[in-house]
């Protein structure tokens, strides 16, 4: 019943799932069988077991770990706020399609499932490059092996958060309640805030970090990043690859949905 249910056109728009119109069970069975997700898992399994293989001492190889789920949100709030929410980007043709692809095309419509998961393409390589150099600069190979599988973990759980935050769904635990909520504003008050996902420590050191409507102005760019027709006129690239000129308001779901 559920299978069905998901495979339901009332649930999709174009080729990707709308989580403004799904529940936790279809969002359950669309994250565990969604291509990119697989690919992650399978790559952990991979460094997980090169990890057993070169594993010599528990100590280094807990360190990497650790190392990684420390280093992880600072890093992720960096990229996320200089770099895709940056304007450079899509002031370079060679780098507009990219942009388009990892964060605008979210902005624009965050419910839809496909642009919600970076392409793994780009998302791999720069795991990589985060984690193996701490693994191994702490514990040779092993370390570099439990450090890319803690990053490819952690991005997994990362996505799965980020999941239930544009859900059509309300948590019962209070903490991911407020988890929701601070990102909600991030995508439909102003985006120039709220950067975590899961952990907003780094919002609260560098000062981006609101808690409620009240607390920040409300942005005119919030969906389209700062990307609008004027910006599109001049930079055309990204909206030739979109086909139209970028929307002040996301289509799909209602946006009040989530901010419950």
């Given at each position: 019943m559920i299978t069905n249910t998901l495979k339901n056109s009332s649930i999709r728009t174009g080729r990707s799932f709308d989580l403004g119109k799904m529940n936790l069970s279809q969002l359950w069975i669309a994250y565990l069988t969604y291509p990119t997700i697989?690919?992650?898992?399978?790559?952990?399994?991979?460094?997980?077991?090169?990890?057993?293989?070169?594993?010599?001492?528990?100590?280094?190889?807990?360190i990497s770990i650790v190392s990684v789920i420390l280093v992880y949100p600072l890093v992720w709030y960096c990229i996320h706020r200089?770099?895709?929410?940056?304007?450079?980007?899509?002031?370079?043709?060679?780098?507009?399609?990219?942009?388009?692809?990892?964060?605008?095309?979210?902005?624009?419509?965050?419910?839809?499932?496909?642009?919600?998961?970076?392409?793994?393409?780009?998302t791999i390589p720069t795991i990589a490059i985060v984690t193996i150099p701490i693994g191994y600069a702490i514990g040779n190979i092993a370390g570099a092996a439990a450090a890319f599988g803690a990053g490819l973990t952690i991005t997994c759980i990362y996505e799965f958060f980020h999941c239930i935050q544009h859900l059509n769904y309300k948590?019962?635990?209070?903490?991911?309640?407020?988890?929701?909520?601070?990102?909600?504003?991030?995508?439909?008050?102003?985006?120039?805030?709220?950067?975590?996902?899961?952990?907003?420590?780094?919002?609260?050191?560098?000062?981006?970090?609101?808690?409620d409507a009240r607390g920040c102005p409300r942005s005119p760019t919030v969906f389209n990043l700062g990307y609008d027709v004027n910006e599109a006129k001049q930079y055309p690239w990204v909206m030739e690859e979109t086909g139209s000129p970028p929307r002040d308001r996301p289509d799909g779901a209602n946006t009040t949905r989530t901010a419950a």
């Open positions: 697989l690919l992650y898992f399978a790559l952990a399994l991979v460094s997980y077991a090169l990890m057993i293989y070169n594993f010599t001492s528990l100590a280094p190889v807990a200089f770099i895709l929410h940056g304007r450079f980007l899509y002031r370079m043709k060679w780098s507009a399609t990219l942009w388009k692809r990892i964060h605008f095309d979210h902005h624009q419509d965050p419910h839809l499932l496909d642009v919600l998961f970076g392409s793994p393409l780009n948590p019962r635990m209070g903490w991911i309640q407020r988890m929701k909520q601070r990102h909600v504003l991030h995508h439909f008050h102003n985006e120039n805030g709220n950067y975590g996902i899961t952990s907003f420590v780094a919002d609260r050191l560098f000062r981006s970090y609101y808690v």
